[in-house]
């Protein structure tokens, strides 16, 4: 049976690949995004092309603060909730006023709408961020969180204001950790797309450490998969890793996109960055046990699929001038 739904950050890398697979199963999507000048525009225009032009989707551009929130979800059944100010190296100093205002508030804006909406399932799309430097590996949910960064911050308080309306207010909610999320349409300021580019046009690119650190490798079409699922699944848990199974090292991920591209990477060494952390790994016993989640795309064919998205879009963007 089709659904209402209403996607926030439906033109961002994720959502819009999120909303795509509700459009296929024939829900109704509402989207919104206020397209923030983290990146160019023209990636979310890019993003948006295809949506438009489907039959059961409407898109109303925005800011979560200052939009009529009760009209926009008086018919809905499921909120997921996308938008985010983005990034761990951009949130410190002036920048960090930015986080406040499009995730902490945006998303407390969100829940005090939801608290006179019962029966509204509303999925959050938090980060593998709050963790910060954790000792525990594959780390569970149950860990005490210790987030590195202002960015990580913002995720965590999100996930409490979650805990605090759900407690209190009966809010039918999830969360979902988001581990190293990679694939077409990936953000341009998120590493592999960086690493990727920076090989294509054969310039150098920063690794910041020595390149021994490791991330847990999630592809794109998995993350919609689990956030479809927390949107159809009614759970005993509020918090859920989603991970893509493929942990590897960074100077491990760039050989594999040597190889895909046929290409040498040049590539400068500096010093580790602030909020960055040596390691991640999501234990995602939790995920496959409530909502048989089983991520089933391989690093290798995800950074194909990433490598050939990044080839168009570099020809396009060289065609528009």
Known sequence: MSKKVLVTGCA??????????LLDREDEVQGIDCFTDYYPRFFKEHNLETLLSRPGFTFVEGDLNN??????LADRSVLYHLAAQAGVRASWGREFEAYVHHNIRATQRLLETLKERPGIRFVFASSSS???????????????LGPNSPYGATKATCEHLLSLYAENWGIDGVALRYFTVY??????DMAFHKFLRAILEDRPLDIYGDGSQSRDCTYVDDIVAATLRAGDTRTRSRVFNVGGGSRRALRDILDVMQEILGRKARIRYLDRERGDVPRTHADITRIREEFGYNPGTSLEEGLLREARWMEGILQEMGSTG
């Open 183 to 188: 694939g077409p349409r990936q953000r341009p």
């Open 12 to 21: 961002g890398f994720i959502g819009s690949r999120l909303c795509e697979a």
């Open 130 to 144: 709050v963790y910060g430097l954790v000792r525990q590996f594959p780390t569970p949910e149950d860990v005490i």
């Open 67 to 72: 939009l009529d929130l009760a009209s926009l």
